[in-house]
């Protein structure tokens, strides 16, 4: 029996890491799956519309965000087209 016979075995682990790895980032990822809303949707941009009237002021906040904001709710304010 040769050294070499066992070089195969030492070649499987790097394999099998890159494997898993590469499983897992496809496992978690889903980017065949997922709507790529920068390519497929299509934004109609309309006139300004509005008036000058005004509703209301804030003083002193100390509030980083807005309440109600959908600033991470990307897939609720782009809708895919058709």
Same mark, same amino acid.
């Given at each position: ?24 980032? $496809?496992?978690? =990822? ?8 920068? %390519? *497929?949707?299509?934004?109609?941009? &309309? ?14 906040? $100390?509030?980083? =965000? ?8 990307? %897939? *609720?304010?782009?809708?895919?087209? &058709?």
């Amino acid at each position: 029996m040769s050294d070499d016979s066992g070089l195969w075995l030492l070649a499987l682990g790097p394999a099998g890491a890159g494997a898993l790895y590469w499983a897992i980032y $496809r496992y978690y =990822r889903n980017t065949d799956k997922s709507h790529a809303f920068e %390519r *497929e949707t299509t934004v109609d941009a &309309g006139p300004v519309t509005g008036s000058e009237h005004k509703v209301g002021e804030v003083k002193g906040t $100390r509030k980083t =965000r807005i309440a109600g904001d959908n600033v991470r709710a990307y %897939r *609720e304010r782009v809708k895919g087209v &058709g």
